[in-house]
């Protein structure tokens, strides 16, 4: 899995928007940061080849309705070996409503991004963060991972102020030192 996601952040870094998948610590600590065990729709974007996913299902209930969007195929393939059974869409995070319209959600409780934030234009990112604000329920969860190099960089602190704009109340956890690279969760309640 690692080199399969060395050669896609080569080949589309723009979209991969890393070197390596979460660690199985920052997996963890993802999904940890939300209520998933009473959680009755989860969304997650951008999975990868299923790090984070694995930690999800470990933790959502059978009666759950859990779906991943995901634009690149090949990830979805893996995402789909890692964890069998998952519903994983071929769109963009943008286009979360569509899903829930079609499973007949109003709306979802938990929505966990592993999205390459500051690959992203500001429109970009606030089309997105628009659209997860929107789809979720009131008191609804969002949680995402962000490197550490991010909170200096101009691109990092671009979306910091963006998610700002949309989530002005958010946490941030400590740092997670065992990640390539390290990476702080950013959590917030609608
Ligand atoms: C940094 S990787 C994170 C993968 C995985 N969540 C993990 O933690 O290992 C970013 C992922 O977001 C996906 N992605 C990028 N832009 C996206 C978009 N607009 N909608 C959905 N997924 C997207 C990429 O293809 C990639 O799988």
């Not at 952040?9 to 991969?16: E, G, L, P, R, W």
């Not at 059974?85 to 007949?104: C, E, F, P, Q």
């Not at 490197?147 to 691109?155: A, D």
């Amino acid at each position: 899995m690692g080199a399969e996601f060395l050669r896609h952040a080569i080949n589309s870094f723009d979209t991969t928007g890393a070197i390596s998948p979460s660690s199985r610590k920052l997996s963890r600590e993802v999904a940890r940061a939300v209520d998933l065990k009473r959680a009755k729709v989860v969304v997650e974007l951008g999975p990868g080849t299923g790090a984070v996913t694995e930690k999800i299902l470990r933790r959502i209930s059978p009666s759950t309705l859990f779906f991943a969007l995901e634009v690149n195929k090949s990830f979805i393939r893996s995402t789909k070996r890692r964890c069998p059974g998952t519903i994983v869409y071929h769109d963009s995070a943008a286009n979360i409503r569509k899903y829930l319209d079609m499973h007949g959600a109003p709306g979802c409780d938990c929505i966990i991004s592993g999205l390459p934030w500051a690959c992203f234009t500001t429109k970009m990112q606030l089309q997105i963060l628009r659209a997860v604000r929107d789809c979720l329920n009131p008191g609804g969860e969002f949680v995402m991972s962000s490197y550490i190099h991010g909170q200096i960089l101009p691109k990092g602190l671009r979306f910091k102020r963006n998610f700002r704009r949309v989530f002005p109340k958010f946490k941030t956890t400590k740092a997670v030192w065992w990640n390539m690279p390290p990476a702080f969760v950013f959590y917030a309640r609608k």
